[in-house]
């Protein structure tokens, strides 16, 4: 089944404790996309990858970390979490850029 | 100016009614658009997409897009009730590989 998987669901941590947020896509898509989505300001994209070792800042990339070194990977690193990244985190692919994305089912981010 | 701007409704619709939700988008060299819905609690899932002028049709779903007015709009025919979700307006500018999305419509078909 074709399909967008996120890891961990949930998570609540502590201002300042690293994390990551993984995102894997077994469609062998190039394109790759971090998103952030947030009560009356929508779905606003983080990072986002054309494919292995490109990657390029979005909208709001303050405070967020990427990588991509295989095609299948693109996991979100916050190095020093913040109150303000608390959010709900979509992860998303397609074939390449310009096209329609397909969503991972989202991390929904607590950080006190 | 935001990128994309949508009415964030609510908007209500009886069942069997058409429903017109309406994007707009600042980058007049926009070239592909899309529409998303997505359910509470839900991740969003891709409706319709867009290059050219004019209308594309999907079943009970119809994409518009006018790109002199700058607006692209979806339509759905025969609307029910499982219809009741947030629809998204997401725009690729032609300068790059960004994608920028709209704030939403919520859209309630009353059975």
């Known amino acids: 089944e074709a399909q967008v998987t996120q890891n961990p669901r949930y998570l609540i941590t502590v201002t300042g404790k690293k994390l990551t947020v993984t995102c894997s896509q077994n469609?062998?898509?190039?394109?790759m996309s971090w998103y952030r989505q947030d009560p009356g300001l929508g779905l606003r994209q983080i990072y986002y990858?054309?494919?292995?070792?490109?990657?390029d800042k979005g909208d709001v990339p303050e405070g967020y970390k990427v990588s991509r070194k295989e095609k299948r990977n693109f996991p979100l690193i916050l190095e020093s979490p913040s109150p303000n990244q608390t959010s709900l985190y979509f992860c998303a692919s397609s074939p390449g850029g310009r096209q329609p994305q397909h969503f991972g089912d989202g991390t929904r981010l607590s950080i006190l | 100016q935001k990128e994309v701007e949508q009415n964030s409704g609510p908007l209500s619709v009886p069942e069997g009614a058409i429903a017109s939700l309406n994007c707009t988008y600042s980058?007049?060299?926009?070239?592909?658009f899309f529409w998303y819905r997505q359910y509470s609690g839900k991740s969003p899932e891709l409706i319709m997409s867009i290059y050219s002028n004019g209308d594309k049709e999907d079943g009970r779903f119809t994409a518009q897009l006018n790109k002199a007015s700058q607006y692209v709009s979806l339509l759905i025919r025969d609307s029910q009730p499982s219809d009741s979700a947030t629809y998204l307006c997401a725009v690729n500018p032609n300068t790059g590989n960004q994608f920028y999305f709209g704030t939403g419509t919520s859209l309630t078909v009353i059975p």
């Open positions: 469609m062998n898509h190039e394109y």
């Open positions: 990858s054309m494919n292995v070792e490109v990657t």
């Open positions: 980058d007049r060299v926009s070239q592909s």
